[in-house]
Every structure is written in C-alpha cells, then in structure tokens.
C-alpha cells in the first residue's frame, strides 16, 4: 500500500532563521556530515570541535561561547573504544557529554527517528 502524495507550495512554509553553532559551518540541532577521503583529519577535527563544545569553549574564530553542551556523535568507521574515546580524552573532552545513539540492534540511517529523538532529547 503506498502513501498517497502530498505536496506543499513554498508559500505555505513559515521562514526560520538558521541557529548556527558554528558560523557558516554547522547549524544548531541538525544533523552534520564531515565527509573527506581517509588522512585528511575529518576525525581530528570533529572530536576537536567535541571536545571545546563539551567543555563550554569557544570554537575558532568565534568570541562567545554557549557554556558546556551535548554532543550527538556517531561514526561508520572508528571503534568507539579504542579509538574515538581514547582521543576525547586525550583533548580533555566531557566525555559523559559526548553520546552516541545505540547501533548494536538497528543500524542508524539518515532518516531514521532516533536522531530527531535523540537531538531533542539531549538538546545537541
């Protein structure tokens, strides 16, 4: 049985401004793909950017920031173990800051529920 189409004029949608984390690169409680070849430091990167944010500081190039906050972090390629906490550590990171949403019964899409859930959730 397939759903029946409904489409919706641009006219209908309300306007919003964008709540940005980090300007122009990440968008406040939105999910955000860093994709790159593998050595070119898209983990380093991230979980450097995890770190300040769990940690209250500001991201560069910023002058203000918004206190200690959670960070939703889920990744297809590291081990959570030995290598994606060893690192948060490393960069001083809350650790009980950053999350990840539980793969080990259903492997997680970009469409899937639990992101909304979780965004809202933990207020990432």
């Not at 955000?32 to 209250?56: H, R, S, Y």
Request: hydrophobic residues 35%; negative net charge.
């Amino acid at each position: 049985m397939s759903k029946e189409l409904k489409l919706i004029a641009m006219s209908e949608i309300e306007r919003e401004d964008v709540r940005w984390l980090w300007y122009p690169y990440i968008p406040r409680g939105k999910v955000t793909i860093i994709q790159g070849d593998p050595g070119e430091g898209k983990t380093t990167l991230v979980l450097a950017l995890a770190a300040m944010l769990t940690k209250g500081e500001p991201l560069p190039e910023c002058e203000t920031c918004i206190g200690p906050i959670n960070v939703i972090y889920q990744t297809a390629e590291d081990g959570l173990g030995d290598t994606i906490r060893p690192r948060l550590e490393d960069l001083k990171a809350d650790c009980s800051r950053v999350l990840v949403i539980d793969e080990s019964e259903q492997e997680l899409t970009l469409s899937d529920e639990r992101l909304e859930q979780a965004i809202r959730k933990t207020g990432a």
